[in-house]
């Protein structure tokens, strides 16, 4: 009988390093000629991919692409699920249907599944697993299947620079304003207000900025202080030996503008 060898049977035959070395050096190309861009589509026909948007390989379902709009600078994780319409090749008219903003990031295994408008603003960023929708079963007839029955459908809004913590749910319906918070976890529903953090399943307010007061409650630790722009690696590394001691005189100096 002849012996049919392939390149999975030639890396069998490896010593283990090299085989794992070399399985992961073939998997780091197949993920870059893998990935979809607006320079390389691949098979997808999207209505717009931005400048600098990249689809990481390998991708989960997508269909109704020609209703996806992806602005510039996205960063779409792998096995991430974007559907417009309700199943493949229909016809959902003149306007787009899911419309991501510039710099809007989507972690792996999440999901955006529309049959009507969902619009993600600019610099939204979400944790892996979440799950974006604008569809929910409904349960009317109690003598049918619940997944036989007609969806009930509104359109969802996530404003720009909000944030949604892994594992997160949003429903048919929600609206959310700028710089929101959502917990990991969290289902939302219904109106979020500007500059809010919710948490829980349905997900309240938590916490809420006050022009007057600021943030309400109080956070409970003080806010990050930014890295000067002018800092260099030197300076940073030196930064990680502040948790044994102070530095030596000289040694780091970041007071200089």
Known sequence: ????????????????????????????????????????????????????????????????????????????????????????????????????????????????????????GDDVFCGPYVYITSDNHSYDDPEQPIGRQWPRTAPVEIGPGSWLGAGAVVLPGARLGRNVVVAAGAVVRGEVPDHAVVAGAPARIVRRWDPGTGWQPPLRTPAPVPLPEHITPEQLAALGDLAAGAPEPGTLDLSER
Do not use: K, Y
């Open 1 to 120: 009988m002849p012996t049919h060898r392939n390149v999975f049977s030639s890396l069998a035959a490896l010593p283990g390093r090299a085989a794992s070395s070399a399985v992961h050096r073939i998997w780091r190309r197949i993920q870059r000629a893998g990935s979809v861009s607006a320079e390389h589509p691949g098979p997808f026909r999207f209505r717009r991919i931005g400048a600098g948007t990249r689809l990481a390989f390998p991708q989960g379902t997508v269909f109704g692409e020609q209703w996806i709009e992806l602005g510039a600078c996205c960063i779409i994780g792998e096995q991430v699920t974007l559907t417009a319409g309700m199943m493949p090749g229909l016809d959902l008219g003149p306007d787009p249907v899911v419309r991501l903003g510039n710099g809007v990031v989507i972690g792996r295994g999440s999901h955006v599944v529309a049959s009507r408008s969902v619009v993600i």
